[in-house]
């Protein structure tokens, strides 16, 4: 669990995943060293990171919600499996152990049977059956977390730590048409998804460009809307030790309504309507099992048009950061 200090941080690095641990201290009121020290602290125990993660439609891929049913006894290796793919992101066993949840990255122009992975995972040993799901409009997650609306910091704490222009980065969508990146672009932006805080001479080593040339690109490719920076943390740091997935089935006028509304909830990590049967696909997470049922009995069934909610927690995480577009 996380004093006042260290949660402040976190939704720092939410808000602007590059500022200055100066500006930070400022803000928080302590030093920057002490700043420097309850970062490096919590990357080295309890595995925080922050990540420069792409945004995927604009750089013409399209993402997934996919569901791997699979013998039991076979979703750890296929779980591990996922989570070596470049494409995936957020693999996770649920339902007792017999479904897998990931997402995955497919090209915007292609049909979904194109895709390597999507189209060899029906064709493996002990999965039973395999669905996916596009997503067509995220209502929360990329660049906004649960730290964006569940964090100490005020709201005039929170303008001094946003970005600004050149730098400022599109906090709810990414650039409608899509870029070609050059080779040095995705080595930069290789490299960021390692180290979303990554100093410029590293970035410099790694695109052969000079800091300033860096500095200058990074820049353009925040306010053009290609790449956002992400807090990869353990829920359990805020004592939320129950997470679940849920798929609702909305009437397709409150579609929207609902979606919004359910953003708002500081239960929500991610929501996006989807394809399929059910077309509200949410992230959640709580303190326990009784929240997780104050929850769905509350928030949840009073979104407006629900007409089924499908729940499944999350036995175990196998990969959360996203994946850079190569």
């Not at 490096?40 to 925080?48: H, Y």
């Not at 690109?217 to 997935?245: H, K, Q, W």
Request: with cysteine; glycine share 8%; charged share 20%.
């Amino acid at each position: 669990m996380l004093d006042v200090v260290g949660r402040g941080l976190l939704q720092a690095l939410q808000i602007d995943g590059r500022v200055p641990f100066s500006l930070v201290g400022e803000v928080l009121g302590v030093s920057d060293q002490t700043v420097a020290r309850r970062y490096a602290r919590l990357r080295a125990e309890a595995r925080v990171r922050v990540l420069g993660a792409v945004w995927p439609q604009a750089v013409g891929r399209q993402l997934w919600v996919v569901r791997v049913r699979c013998v039991p006894e076979a979703a750890v290796g296929l779980a591990r499996a996922l989570a070596r793919q470049a494409e995936t992101s957020w693999v996770q066993i649920a339902s007792g152990g017999a479904e897998i949840f990931c997402m995955v990255e497919a090209r915007l122009d292609a049909p979904v049977e194109e895709s390597a992975l999507l189209s060899r995972l029906p064709r493996t040993p002990q999965v039973t059956d395999v669905s996916a799901h596009c997503v067509l409009h995220t209502f929360f997650g990329g660049s906004t977390s649960p730290l964006t609306k569940n964090g100490p910091l005020s709201p005039d704490q929170c303008a001094r730590l946003r970005p600004q222009p050149p730098e400022a980065e599109p906090m709810a969508s990414p650039r409608a048409s899509p870029m070609d990146l050059s080779a040095e672009d995705k080595a930069l932006l290789g490299a960021l998804a390692l180290d979303g805080r990554a100093g410029f001479r590293s970035l410099a080593s790694t695109t052969g460009w000079s800091q300033t040339h860096v500095r200058r690109r990074l820049a353009e490719l925040r306010a053009g809307g290609i790449v956002y920076f992400d807090v990869d943390f353990d829920p359990v740091l805020f004592g939320l030790r129950t997470s679940a997935t849920l798929w609702l089935n909305v009437a397709p006028g409150d579609l929207a309504a609902a979606g919004e509304a359910l953003a708002a909830h500081p239960q929500v990590s991610f929501a996006a309507a989807t394809t399929g049967a059910s077309n509200l696909y949410a992230s959640v997470q709580c303190s326990g099992s009784a929240a997780l049922y104050a929850y769905l009995t509350g928030p949840v069934a009073a979104l407006p048009g629900v007409r089924s909610v499908e729940t499944a927690p999350s036995m175990r995480l196998f990969k959360q950061a996203s994946p850079v577009v190569g």
